[in-house]
């Protein structure tokens, strides 16, 4: 069984600040992690996905994301927010490197707010 | 491509109605599934389908059924609407190569609200 934590339902960061969004995951087998963004009305994008090549992953729109084993976190992060960063962002696991029988499973999500 | 494709956008349904969600995808992939995004919940698996003419339920089934009617379509219905089924409805398809390119492509969604 897996499962996903995400610290924090919101997150405001100003403009050029750093983003950091926070996930924690449980797995009984070595895991695929994903991040996806939903902006407003919107279904999910894939952002960046990490399948045991390299622990620092690199993702479209400047996102990045590390795997580490010894605190099972998967954060993600930006060097300096965009406006067109304001959006939801969800974290997912599976023990499969496409989500398998059983799907992804999801984090509650966080919304990143972005101060002008 | 239009990628994955939901129909329709929008719906209001009162108690005990029934509805069929559509949804299909241009991009040949052979697995399918059905979501439910609720507030505060993540997304959460109600129906996968691995290829045409197999299904199986997902974490949260109830109320709900489906139809994998060809490679490109894969439906959901709910023949008796419920409160409790109010929601956004996101389908996705699976793209299932490599490990580092398997992943799950998503629809626009449906938003769904039961009076």
């Known amino acids: 069984a897996q499962s996903v934590t995400q610290l924090g339902s919101h997150v405001s960061v100003s403009e050029g600040a750093l983003v950091l969004l926070r996930c924690n995951y449980s797995?009984?087998?070595?895991?695929?992690l994903f991040w996806y963004v939903q902006y407003p009305n919107q279904g999910l994008q894939l952002l960046l996905k990490?399948?045991?090549?390299?622990?620092l992953v690199k993702g479209i729109n400047g996102f990045e994301a590390e795997f580490k084993k010894s605190e099972t976190s998967f954060h993600l992060t930006k060097p300096s927010a965009h406006m067109s960063d304001a959006a939801e962002y969800f974290c997912a696991v599976s023990p499969y490197s496409g989500g398998g029988a059983d799907g992804l499973t999801f984090g509650k999500g966080t919304h990143l707010i972005i101060q002008p | 491509n239009a990628g994955v494709t939901q129909t329709p956008k929008f719906q209001v349904l009162k108690t005990g109605q029934s509805m069929t969600l559509q949804c299909a995808q241009d991009?040949?992939?052979?697995?399918m599934y059905w979501y439910r995004q609720d507030p505060g919940m993540g997304l959460r698996l109600i129906y996968y389908s691995a290829s045409e003419g197999t299904t199986d339920k997902g974490e949260v089934p109830n109320g709900y059924n489906v139809s994998r009617l060809n490679k490109r379509e894969f439906s959901l219905r709910l023949e008796s609407a419920a409160p409790s089924q109010t929601s956004v409805y996101f389908c996705?398809?699976?793209?299932?190569?490599?490990?580092?390119?398997?992943?799950?492509?998503f629809g626009p969604g449906t938003r769904l609200t039961v009076l």
């Open positions: 996705a398809s699976r793209r299932q190569q490599n490990p580092s390119t398997d992943t799950q492509y």
């Open positions: 990490y399948t045991s090549a390299a622990t």
């Open positions: 797995s009984s087998v070595p895991p695929y």
């Open positions: 991009m040949n992939h052979n697995s």
